[in-house]
């Protein structure tokens, strides 16, 4: 099993970027995913999360009502939009899934299996 992030890179305050989480040897259609991040010297943080149906999305408060997370089941792969991007936004970001469990799930011990993560760098 392995997820593979990518889509990050530099840009300016305000700006966008579209984060792809492509997961590859398994199906993860039945699975819960998330996204968190880890700024330098601190710790890894919660961002958001997809239920398996795609229907229920959860966000950390300093990223609601500008970051959305969806996926695509054909391609299995989940993205996450981020826009009105911040300086505070700047981190690594790693995607994560559960093994089981149809809800979303925020915390760290919650997922099984990570990604290697993506720089993401807004400059001010």
């Known amino acids: 099993v392995q997820l593979q992030a990518s889509g990050g890179g530099l840009v300016q305050a305000g700006g966008s970027l579209r984060l792809s989480c492509a997961a590859s040897?398994?199906?993860?259609?039945?699975?819960?995913m998330g996204w968190f991040r880890q700024a330098p010297g601190k710790e890894r943080e919660f961002v958001g999360a997809?239920?398996?149906?795609?229907?229920?999305?959860y966000y950390a408060d300093p990223v609601k009502g500008r970051f959305t997370i969806s996926r695509d089941y054909a391609k299995n792969t989940v993205y996450l939009q981020m826009n009105s991007l911040k300086p505070e936004d700047t981190a690594v970001y790693y995607c994560?899934?559960?093994?089981?469990?149809?809800?979303?799930?925020?915390?760290?011990?919650?997922?099984?299996?990570w990604g290697q993560g993506t720089q993401v760098t807004v400059s001010s």
């Open positions: 997809i239920s398996w149906s795609g229907g229920s999305t």
């Open positions: 994560a899934v559960r093994n089981s469990g149809s809800y979303y799930y925020t915390r760290i011990v919650d997922y099984d299996y």
């Open positions: 040897g398994r199906t993860f259609s039945r699975n819960a």
